[in-house]
């Protein structure tokens, strides 16, 4: 069983960043595939952005692509959201969740494993 916890949410005004981080107690993270996922109010909840655990090649969603960076400190165990140019729509809850083995997955339907979510917050 693999646990996942977020940090880094908050309230930021548009055009501001924040930095999620998920940390796994899994000590062999680069054998999992990571992914972040959002939730809106009164929506469901969507895919952001993918990457291995060992670092290799990212995936995006449309609509955070070239604002928000994906990435992988094995060191750590921890998988981060670089979020820049914030916008108002971005607000949601934020969820982190992980795939063991090296299958890319952008539906909730793939993930074995859910942190609790943070919540964020983009002012206008």
């Known amino acids: 069983q693999v646990q996942l916890e977020e940090s880094g949410g908050g309230l930021v005004q548009a055009g501001g960043s924040l930095r999620l981080s998920c940390a796994a107690s899994?000590?062999?993270?680069?054998?999992?595939?990571m992914a972040w996922f959002r939730q809106a109010p009164g929506k469901e909840r969507v895919f952001v952005a993918t990457?291995?655990?060992?670092?290799?090649?990212?995936y995006y969603a449309d609509s955070v692509k070239r604002r928000f960076t994906i990435s992988i400190d094995n060191a750590k165990n921890t998988a981060t959201l670089q979020m820049n140019s914030l916008k108002p729509e971005d607000t949601a809850v934020y969820y982190c969740?992980?795939?063991?083995?090296?299958?890319?997955?952008?539906?909730?339907?793939?993930?074995?494993?859910w942190g609790q979510g943070t919540q964020v917050t983009v002012s206008s």
């Open positions: 969740a992980a795939r063991q083995g090296r299958d890319y997955f952008c539906s909730g339907h793939g993930a074995d494993y």
């Open positions: 899994e000590r062999t993270i680069s054998n999992y595939v």
């Open positions: 990457i291995r655990g060992d670092g290799s090649r990212a």
